[in-house]
C-alpha cells in the first residue's frame, strides 16, 4: 500500500458516522478545526473531538499528518475554499476544499447530536467552482500572523529584478485577495497590471476572512490593527525579503479602509518608500456611515422614519464613544463591531497623521464614488495635506469607489456589473512608483 494510500486510511477511519447535528455548528466546527491546524495547536483541534474520536486521534498523531504527511506528499497548505456542509444519514458532513501546493484536497468533518466532531478526514479533491489558477508571475506565498498564516499571492514580473513591490491592503469586511465584489477583483486587476508595468506586489487574504468565527468569539480582539494594520506590517515585512524585491522600494497600496489606514502602517514603518492611497476616507467612519445612511437610504427605499432612526443611532454612538474609557470596553456591538473596535479607531485622525509623515504618497479618487466623498474626504486630504511637496492627487471623473466605471443606480448594486479597474489608474499608480526613490 502506497503511502498516500496509507494516509487515507489512516485519517478515513475516524470519519465511520455523523449524528444529528445543525449545518451551521458543523460549519463552526470545520472552521475552528481549520484555524486550529494552521496556527499548530493540534491539542485544541482535539478538544472538539467525542469521546470515540479521542481515543481514535491524538493531538501528536494530527500533528504528523498535517505538518509532516500531507506536505511531504502535496506541498505546503496555501488556502481554503468555502465550506459545503450536507445531511447525512440523521448527521451533517462539513466539507471544505484545502489548496496546497501541488493539489487539491477536501477535509471532510462529521458531527454527533451534541455538535461534537466524530469524523474527520482528508482526501483528494478537484478545485472548487469558480477557483482560479495561478496567473503568469504568481505563487503562493502566506502572511504571518499571530492567529495563523493568511494565505497571498505574490506577483512578479518578468526579468531579473530587483522590482519595487507594493503591499495590497483591503477594504473593509472579510475581503479575499483579490478583494472580490461580485463577478470584480479590483486588486488583482492591480496586481496584474504592475506586474506588466515590471512592479511587484504581495496581495492577501484578510484576517477577518480566514479567523472570522474566531475574531468574532473574542470581541476584546477586535481592533482595528488587528483587522488591518498588524498584517499589513507583517506583509511589508515579508515582501521586503522576497528574491527578486528591491527591500528599500517597498510601498503600500490601500484601498478604502485599507487606504484609511495607510497613514498609520507609513507610521509604523517609516522605511516604506511611499504610500498610494486609493479611495481613502478623510473623516472619522462613524461619520462616512452616517452620510452613507442618509443618501443610500434614500436610493435603496427607506422611508425618511427608517434613515433618522439610524442616524439617531449612529449619534448616540458618537456620543457614548466621546466618553468611553478604552482600557475597559464595554460588552456589546454597533454595526455589527464589538465597541472596542469603534474605541480603537477614536483617536485616529488619517489625514493628521499623513501630515506627520515624510514619505511620499498618492492619493487617488473616483470622481462618482457614493461610499468615501469626492468634496468631504478627497476635499479634506487635498486641503490637509496642500503645498507638499511629496504628495500627488489625482481625480477620475466618471469612475466608482472601485475605480472602475460607475453604474446608472449610484448603490452598490452596480458593483454587481462585470468590469475591470480603468487602466489609467493602474498606469498612474506604476509611472507614480516608478518615479520615488528608495527609501533610506
Known sequence: MSGLRKLWFIVGLLAASAAQATPEVCAQRAAEILQALQKGDFALVATHFNARMKDALDASRLEKVWTQALPQQFGAFDHAADTKVSLLGDGALAETPLHFANQWLVMRVGCDAQGQVDGLRFAPGAAPAGAEAMGPGERSLAVPTPWGPLPGVLTLPSGQGPFAAVVLVAGSGPNDRDETVGANKPFRDIAQGLAAAGIASLRYDKRSRVYGPRMA???DAATIDNEVTDD???AVKLLSVQPGVDPHRVFVLGHSLGAYMAPRIGQREPQLAGLVLLAASARPLLDVIAQQTREQGKLQGLSDEQIQQKEQSIAAEQRWLATADPSRPPPG???NAPQGYWLSLREYDAVAVAGA????MLIL???SDFQVS???DYGRWQTGLAGRSLVSFHQYEGLNHLFMPAGK????ADYQTPSRVDGRVIQDIAKWIKAQPAAH
Open 357 to 360: 509623515l515624510s514619505m511620499p
Open 333 to 335: 456591538s454597533f454595526g
Open 217 to 219: 468569539q473574542q470581541a
Open 365 to 367: 479618487q473616483g470622481g
Open 374 to 376: 469626492p468634496t468631504q
Open 232 to 234: 499589513a506590517l507583517a
Open 409 to 412: 443606480t449610484g448603490t452598490p
